[in-house]
């Protein structure tokens, strides 16, 4: 008998040890380095693309390095005592090529699965992805690029493979490749909300951590499964685990209804891994929830959706939002509407087609025709299906903005989450966000990140809602109560003025505001054409912001604060204003749009009602790509104030008086490491140009 159980425990032993390898046939000398594989598969359509990479690592075209898997182990207190759980995972995202040239392949989770079930592996929870940073031997630092359309092309994932190995060269004394590194992509993870999600199927996306353990990229389910941009990765985990020493199978453990709890943070998961949606369409499109309209040129409008599935896209046209023409047809989700009129506003409207029927309406949007550079963008985060959410306010607030003499464009929450869209490319920014609360998440967690560097780089916010407060400050998370003190300056006092609901539906000006000199402001309580604002936030002011509006007949009941100063780690003013209230429940149009007036002009810091910009300003750089130095030239124009020079994640790196500098400027950049930078000018906190610049050392 002892010796049978020594014969299978050598037997369990060397199984173990085979496990703890990728299960992949050797490399041949013959299979092409990860730069040829981008050539190759640059071209591509997604689907050869992903045909392409599957033939490939399964020909056993991975580097030696990411064939020996890293040990990861936990435990959690379950039942009356401690459990550990110990796996085994490639020590980085999955690659193709050899160790001295790689690619870290992004791909979709549906690719994701095929390889992990060919390998008899699985994808990670959002758990098991803290875990294995908590394990991770190197903690990378995120490296980010500017949102674009072209994120989820071949050619920008390759850009981001080689600003990571930037990064990790220098490294490879300390942390010779093998180490278990965290840090540089997010994880496609697995997660109950793959199969609660509408059809077709999301990928669900988590983690790239910072290196203080803090996740950039909160559990999102925004994107289709045929979706994978450059931060993506693949991290592939062994399914044949341990806990407290006994064998056990990943899939299993998440299936308990004990055991999970060592895998899961949100519950069993009983069906762990994704379905393969690439063949299956039966159904209609979705209705298109990620996409922006934006201003082209001077009688046009261009229509973007984003992370979408359909064989057409129908638009209705409005110059009013409430009577449509159309539809007109497009094939393409991306499409320019002409012949339109200069400085009037444009709404629209889209549904999705193939050939199992049509989508329901998409929210409401809208942009005006302009060359103008100063445009406002209106984001529409006010996604709750409450009573009254018509999904057009982006009627009043275009409307009112329009009155104030600026232009502006416009785009969903889903569009700028997805970084498809970028805040810092407009110097206003008005977010709608209604009575959104915590039933649909007023800001997650990348958006307060991108709401952060924009304000740090001197942009102008302008928000306003009913619980706000109530959700980040008094429901929300630590992050999200110092996003809401730290960075929009309020602080939460009460769900209603007086403590009491739908009862007070007025609110002053405060002295010396914005708004000094107004009459008393109405808001709607559901009888005066949008909806009830039963719930107004009470706030505070915190870190140097000053009231702006106080609820009538309430002293010091604050229902509003505005802020101009540093935010942040920013070195360039910013303007934030705050109301408690939905501006577009402000009646009547007259009242709203004097306020919306009186916003755009502080943050212009003017008084006047338009304002054009000369976007004829000349601004070259040479060399370019810059070696140590460049040579930056730009019209000597009066209004430039100063030259800004920031990296790819919007932190400013240097800042120029420009009013000194004659038109040319020397700036030294031998202290700054290789990577995409950007030049910008500046003149009363808004961007006139602004110039892309590489440093390869």
Wanted: aromatic letters at 10%; charged letters at 15%; hydrophobic letters at 40%.
């Amino acid at each position: 008998m002892k010796l049978l159980f020594s014969l299978l425990l050598t037997f369990f032993c060397s199984q173990l040890v085979i496990g703890q390898t990728l299960q992949l046939p050797p490399r041949s000398v013959a299979a092409l380095n990860g730069a040829d594989v981008v050539t190759a598969i640059t071209p591509l359509s997604l689907e050869n693309r992903e045909l392409y990479i599957f033939n490939e690592i399964m020909n056993g075209n991975v580097p030696a390095f990411s064939r020996n898997m890293s040990l990861v182990t936990d435990s959690s207190f379950i039942g009356s005592a401690f459990k550990v759980v110990e796996y085994y995972v490639i020590p980085d995202y999955l690659a193709i090529g050899h160790d001295t040239n790689y690619y870290l392949c992004p791909m979709t989770p549906i690719l994701g699965q095929r390889l992990a079930d060919s390998t008899d592996c699985m994808l990670p929870t959002r758990k098991m992805v803290d875990q294995i940073w908590a394990n991770a031997g190197l903690h990378m630092n995120p490296e980010s690029i500017p949102p674009s359309p072209l994120m989820t092309t071949v050619p920008v994932m390759s850009n981001h493979n080689d600003m990571v190995w930037i990064q990790r060269q220098p490294l490879l004394g300390s942390s010779p490749l093998g180490t278990l590194v965290a840090g540089n992509k997010k994880d496609v993870v697995i997660s109950n909300q793959i199969y609660s999600l509408p059809s077709p199927a999301r990928v669900l996306i988590y983690g790239w951590h910072y290196t203080s353990g803090s996740p950039i990229q909160p559990l999102y389910g925004g994107h289709i499964d045929t979706y994978a941009d450059y931060s993506h990765g693949i991290r592939l985990v062994q399914k044949a685990m341990t806990v407290d020493g006994v064998p056990a199978d990943g899939p299993t453990i998440l299936g308990s209804s004990t055991d999970y709890m060592l895998l899961s943070d949100e519950g069993i998961i009983p069906i762990a891994y994704y379905p393969d949606t690439s063949s299956t369409l039966t159904a209609p499109p979705t209705i298109p929830t990620s996409y922006s309209v934006f201003s082209g040129t001077s009688t046009s409008i261009n229509i973007q959706v984003f992370n979408h599935v359909a064989d057409q896209y129908q638009l209705y046209l409005s110059t009013d939002g409430a009577s449509f023409s159309g539809p007109f047809t497009y094939s393409s989700p991306n499409f320019s509407i002409a012949g339109l009129s200069t400085e009037d506003i444009h709404y629209v409207k889209l549904t999705a087609s193939n050939s199992f029927g049509t989508s329901g309406y998409s929210e409401v949007l809208a942009a005006v025709p302009s060359v103008l550079i100063d445009s406002a963008l209106v984001v529409n985060g006010f996604d709750r299906g409450s009573t009254g959410n018509t999904y057009d306010f982006i009627i009043e607030h275009g409307s009112a903005i329009s009155q104030a003499g600026m232009t502006f464009s416009s785009a969903t929450n889903d569009a700028v989450e997805s970084g498809m869209v970028n805040l810092g490319d407009f110097p206003i920014v008005d977010y709608i966000l209604g009575e959104e609360s915590t039933v649909d998440e007023t800001f997650s967690a990348v958006e307060q990140t991108m709401i952060q560097q924009y304000l740090e780089n001197g942009g102008n916010l302008f928000i306003s809602g009913a619980e706000i407060g109530w959700d980040l400050d008094q429901q929300g998370s630590s992050a999200d109560q110092l996003f809401y003190n730290q960075i929009l300056k309020a602080d939460y006092v009460d769900d209603a003025p007086g403590g009491l609901s739908s009862t007070y539906y007025q609110i002053d000006p405060a002295a010396g505001s914005i708004f000094n000199g107004m009459a008393t402001v109405n808001f709607d309580d559901g009888t005066n054409g949008s909806y009830d604002v039963d719930y107004p936030d009470v706030l505070d002011t915190l870190g140097g912001s000053t009231p702006c509006m106080i609820y009538t007949g309430l002293t010091n009941e604050i229902g509003g604060i505005q802020y101009e100063g540093l935010i942040g780690a920013g070195i360039v003013n910013a303007k934030l204003v705050h109301l408690g209230i939905p501006i577009e429940t402000v009646y009547p149009d007259a009242t709203r749009e004097e306020m919306m007036m009186r916003i755009i002009n502080f943050f212009r810091g003017t008084t006047s009602t338009t304002v054009k910009v000369n976007d004829d300003l000349g601004l070259t750089i040479y060399p370019n790509p810059i070696s140590s130095s460049a040579t930056i030239r730009f019209s000597a124009n009066e209004m430039i104030e100063s030259i800004v020079i920031t990296n790819l994640l919007g932190e400013i790196v240097k800042v120029i008086p420009a009013n000194s500098q004659q038109g040319r400027v020397i700036v030294d950049f031998s202290e700054h490491t290789s990577g995409v930078y950007f030049c910008q000018l500046i003149a009363n906190g808004h961007i006139l140009s602004r110039e892309k610049m590489i440093l390869q050392k």
